[in-house]
Every structure is written in C-alpha cells, then in structure tokens.
C-alpha cells in the first residue's frame, strides 16, 4: 500500500506540476521563508551558525522532535500509542479505541511529515519542481529503521544521512576527482550500509502495518 501511495502521489503531482504550474508560473513563486538568528546561541563557536541560524521550520522541528519524545514515553498518550503499535488487542481489552488511535496518531505523523515538504518549497528551493525530494522520503525510512523508531535515535541517523548528501556536494564544489555520479550516490551508498548493518537485529512495534479487527 506505501508502495502504490507513492507512485499515486508522484504520478499525481507530476501532472498537476505540468498541468498547472509550468503554464502559470507566477503560481510557482512562493515567498521563501527568511533564516532567524537566535541571540546568544548563535554566538556558540561552530555550532551556533549551524543549530540557531535557520528558518522557522526548522526551529519547529527541534520542538517536535523533543514533544514527540516526551509524547511518546512521558505521557498517557504515549503509552496508548505504543500499545496499540505493539499488542492492539490488548489495548483493545483495556478500552483504547485502535482505530481513532492509530488514525490520529497516522495524521498527526502526516502533519510532521509535511513539514519537511515545506522547508523544500518554501525554506529551501522557493518553488516546486518535479520530483525535488529526489527520494528523500526513503532515506527518511532508512532513518526509523537505523534509529529504531526512537524520535532522537532517528534524528541523529537523519543527520548521518544528512552529512553524507552534503559531503557529496561539497567534494563536487571543491573540485574532487571523484565522478561527480558517484559523489551523488554517496547518500544512497551510505544509506544502504548503514542499515544493511541492523537488518535482523531491529524490531519494530509488533503491530506495525497490521490492519485489527475487533473480536
């Protein structure tokens, strides 16, 4: 089912780009967000003009990487969610609704995701452009399996990812010998390495991708 949503979506927004976009332009335009600097930590040496010198979405992703965290393991809410993912009936036999549960919880991962669609057209490029995540979206599962589906564990294997797609492009600007093919590989190469290493040892919520039905 992720499968056909991604070619639906990738055929769907390939038509309407054509279709819609490339014969209006000005359509194509958006204003890009400006880059906020946080006073005083900004100053900090390296890391400052790195972490606290970036748009507003990502500032919004630093929170909710810390409220899905405290979410997750510090609440009620948490646990629901987590028991729905691991044993729903269970869950079910206790009086958690699975269905609203996973429904929410499933749009509310949506909205998160969407934030990341955002920064590319709006912090980031200023417009969209056919098939611009270039496969983000599965380097980002890449990511929950090497973090095992633990918010901070994810965000530094994100930023592992990260690191690899900006070298490629860094050792191209400064002129590597390298092909630059290969050198855009690199995050794709390193993707595949990184969690070719914890296939087999990494368990997911046992319920994950299970459709329940109630007794």
């Known amino acids: 089912m992720g499968i056909v949503l991604n070619v639906l979506i990738l055929g769907l927004t390939t038509f309407l780009?054509?279709?819609v976009?490339?014969?209006?332009?000005?359509?194509?335009n958006p204003?890009?967000?400006?880059?906020?600097?946080?006073?005083?930590?900004?100053?900090?040496?390296?890391?400052?003009?790195l972490l606290f010198s970036q748009t507003i979405i990502v500032y919004i992703m630093y929170i909710a990487i810390i409220a899905i965290f405290i979410g997750l393991y510090r609440t009620r809410w948490g646990l629901r969610v987590r028991a729905v993912?691991?044993?729903?009936?269970?869950?079910?036999?206790?009086?958690?609704n699975v269905g609203r549960t996973r429904l929410w919880t499933v749009a509310l991962a949506g909205a998160v995701a969407g934030l990341g669609?955002?920064?590319?057209?709006i912090g980031s490029v200023g417009g969209f452009s056919?098939?611009?995540?270039?496969?983000a979206g599965y380097i980002a599962l890449a990511a929950v399996i090497l973090g095992r589906w633990d918010?901070?564990?994810?965000?530094?294997?994100?930023?592992?990812?990260?690191?690899a797609e900006n070298l490629g492009s860094v050792a191209g600007i400064i002129g590597s010998p390298?092909?630059?093919?290969?050198?855009?590989?690199?995050?794709?190469?390193?993707?595949i390495f990184a969690v070719a290493g914890v296939v087999g040892r990494v368990r997911g919520p046992a319920a994950a991708g299970r459709p329940y039905l109630k007794s």
């Open 17 to 19: 780009y054509e279709q």
């Open 85 to 96: 993912g691991e044993h729903p009936q269970a869950a079910d036999t206790v009086g958690i």
């Open 151 to 163: 918010p901070v564990r994810v965000t530094l294997a994100a930023l592992l990812f990260g690191f």
């Open 178 to 191: 390298v092909p630059n093919d290969f050198l855009l590989m690199l995050p794709y190469l390193v993707t």
């Open 130 to 135: 056919q098939d611009m995540t270039n496969g």
């Open 21 to 28: 976009l490339v014969p209006n332009p000005a359509l194509n």
């Open 117 to 121: 669609g955002a920064y590319y057209t």
């Open 31 to 49: 204003p890009q967000l400006k880059v906020i600097n946080i006073p005083l930590l900004y100053d900090i040496p390296i890391l400052g003009p």
